[in-house]
């Protein structure tokens, strides 16, 4: 990975400029020399793994990238790309070489990243180092047989983390195939289930629209098909990375998986979101609410962004199904999307009402008994 002799003349020219420029070389000039050194001792070990990890079978191709000071100080690189017919043992030992190259006293305070790269453009990104063989084996073997399961290339993270084992997972699609993961996540969802999982890290899937921690019941993700149905997917990873104030949102719906505080039970939200309020929408609104009013426990939100000349002017039509252990908002807005709901034939199940459930912490009910 680049010419290292040449790098090694690039930096004596600079240590000549910095005494040209009028700075001590015996001062600043040993110092930049020092850094520069501290460079080729990095790159001189990312050289070495990465021609060590190009022999070893399953690995077609491997590089490394490194950069002594970007935006969030130094960062290293490891990628490779594996054959199609590479085993999990074959990536694991790729994996622990680089993991162990990482360790080292030159490359561990680095942001480092070790990814792999198969030929549906599906990757596994780790940037997480404290993951014993075994664990990191069985992620790769479960990012492969999810990925198989699907039939679409399937993409996930590891990301250090506070809680056991130390780090956490977020699946999502990769390159472009954002429609085609959601698709394929709700027809093959049972296969998907059936995937033996044995890691205890906390994950996140992120497909097109809809989030969960974890793997969801199978009826949140017939839920997410049967409204998908009615109103299309509003897919937040297509938003501009830094939108600007005149970004105009698309309409459409997200849905989510998760607990909204750590005392809550877990249960769906969903949301539609709408650029204006238009009386030709609220049938689909209607028969969105009517599939989600069927699920407990379950959000539902429809908001409409204020028009121009009104920033305060938004609306929001709220229910909850399940019971509410603390206080309900509701506004006239919310009644109306519950009464709409009624004259469809659609009743909200036993302790679900108009607008939203601000639930109480345990013990602020406690301290109140």
């Known amino acids: 990975m680049g010419d290292m002799r040449a790098i090694r003349m690039l930096a004596v020219a600079a240590v000549v400029m910095v005494s040209l420029s009028g700075c001590s070389l015996i001062g600043d000039g040993e110092r930049v020399w020092g850094f520069v050194q501290e460079d080729f001792a990095k790159k001189d070990a990312l050289t ?33 790309v594996a054959d199609d017919d590479a085993t999990v043992p074959q990536l694991l030992a790729a994996a622990e070489l680089a993991n162990e190259t990482f360790a080292g006293e030159d490359l561990e305070p680095l942001m480092r990243l070790f990814m792999i790269t198969d030929a549906n453009g599906a990757t596994l990104s780790q940037r997480a180092f404290g993951i014993g063989g075994e664990q990191l084996a069985d992620e790769i073997g479960y990012w492969r047989a999810a990925g198989d399961s699907l039939g679409v290339g399937l993409s996930v993270t590891l990301t250090d983390a506070a809680e056991e084992p130390g780090y956490s997972r977020e699946f999502t699609h990769s390159g472009d195939a954002a429609d085609a993961l959601l698709t394929a996540f709700v027809t093959n969802y049972d296969r998907l289930l059936a995937v033996s999982d044995d890691s205890t890290a906390s994950s996140m899937w992120m497909v097109s629209g809809f989030m969960a921690r974890g793997l969801p019941p199978a009826e949140v993700v017939t839920l997410l098909d049967d409204i998908r149905q009615v109103v299309p997917i509003r897919d937040p990873s297509r938003f501009p990375e830094n939108p600007p104030a005149d970004y105009v949102y698309p309409s459409g719906f997200m849905m989510g998986w998760a607990t909204r505080a750590p005392w809550d039970p877990e249960g769906i939200s969903v949301m539609i979101g709408q650029r204006e309020y238009r009386a030709s929408d609220w049938p689909d609104v209607v028969a969105a609410a009517a599939l989600a009013a069927a699920v407990s426990p379950l959000e539902f939100m429809y908001q409409v962004a204020p028009p121009a000349d009104d920033p305060t002017g938004h609306r929001m039509f709220r229910f909850f199904t399940g019971a509410c252990n603390g206080a309900v908002e509701a506004g006239k807005d919310d009644h109306a999307l519950v009464a709409a709901l009624a004259d469809v034939g659609t009743v909200l199940p036993e302790g679900g009402g108009a607008g939203m459930c601000m639930r109480t912490p345990p013990e602020q009910t406690e301290q109140s008994e």
Do not use: M, Q, S
Request: proline share 3%.
């Open 48 to 80: 070495a793994v990465v021609e060590e990890i190009r022999t070893l079978d399953g690995v077609e191709e491997a590089n490394w990238r490194f950069l002594g000071a970007g935006p969030n100080g130094g960062e290293a690189d490891i990628t490779v």
